[in-house]
């Protein structure tokens, strides 16, 4: 039967290679992100429903809900990246608020962009979400490894899974998070990224090479497969074998 599934992101990137891994499967996918063009070229791409979406918007959320299959079997919670990288450079003549209050307004971006807006997809769906469904949401090696507030953000969202795989337990659905290490092929991997950068990355895994997104969609898809129905409450780390992490 196929499956419903919501792919927040999904027009790039890691998201992408998720929602085409569920497409291909012949499951309902609905895809969300920002920005139209992009969003409905993918949609058409996989095969996919696109609806523009901020996450981080609770009203924007709420517009979602009516354009989500009427059984929802899996919610991936892949939007988010880390903000500094959209954040213009501090400007010496501003006049604006100050740099402390700069400062909280930039570490809140990337709050809002990697846990509150998971945690208020989540809300808003959590009635919609099937027995037996899944949530699997998109961590990051950056949560171990001292990355500001980005890697804050993404511990805190493995900390918050773990009281939604308590609530959601009651009804049969799991709640673990995906944490990828360095991915190629994605805009954080092409952009932000020094050539000496990227392969001090690389050294660092036990395999000497970046994951693709296609490997996150392939730990995702079986998180959200019946062969995964009593792992919940976990972080699944798919990076290689990164040094420090296990
Ligand atoms: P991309 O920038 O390619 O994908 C992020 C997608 O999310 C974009 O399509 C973007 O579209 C969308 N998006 C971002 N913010 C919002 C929002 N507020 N509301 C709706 N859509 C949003 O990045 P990746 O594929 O690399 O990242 C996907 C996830 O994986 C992120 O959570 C990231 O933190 C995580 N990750 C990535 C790693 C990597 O190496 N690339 C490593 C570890 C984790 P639009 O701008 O149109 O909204």
Redesign the pocket.
């Known amino acids: 039967m196929a499956r419903g599934i919501l792919v ?10 998720v929602a085409r891994h569920f497409a291909e499967n012949g499951d309902t996918v609905v895809i ?5 063009a ?2 409905e070229a ?1 949609a058409e791409k996989i095969g996919a429903q696109a609806v523009v ?5 609770p009203e ?1 959320v709420a517009r979602l809900l009516p354009r989500l299959p009427e059984r929802l079997d899996v919610l991936v ?7 500094d990288f959209d954040a213009a450079p501090a400007d010496d003549t501003d006049t604006g608020p100050g740099p402390l209050a700069a400062f909280a307004q930039r570490f809140r971006a990337n709050l ?3 846990l509150v ?1 998971a945690a208020l997809t989540t809300k808003a769906v959590e009635d919609r979400l099937a027995e037996g469904g899944a949530v699997v949401s ?5 949560a171990d490894k001292g990355a500001g507030a ?1 890697g804050a953000a ?1 511990a805190g969202l493995a900390s918050w899974n773990l009281g939604l795989a308590q609530e959601l337990g009651q009804r049969d659905i799991t709640a673990n998070v995906v ?6 092929e ?4 092409r952009d932000h990224l020094t050539p000496e950068r990227r392969d001090h990355l690389i050294a660092s895994t036990a395999l000497g090479r ?2 693709l ?1 296609e490997d ?1 969609a392939g730990a995702v898809a079986f998180l959200a497969s019946s062969a995964a129905r009593d792992i919940t409450a976990q972080v699944l780390n798919v990076n290689g074998g990164e040094r420090g992490t296990r």
Request: hydrophobic residues 30%; glycine residues 18%.
């Open positions: 927040t992101g999904g027009a790039t990137g890691i998201g992408l290679a969300t992100g920002r920005r139209q992009p969003l993918a979406c901020d996450h981080t918007d924007a919670n892949n939007a988010g990246g880390n903000t809002d962009a990697n807006s998109i961590g990051s090696i950056a980005y993404k944490a990828p290490g360095y991915i190629a994605t805009e954080f991997f970046p994951g997104p996150i």
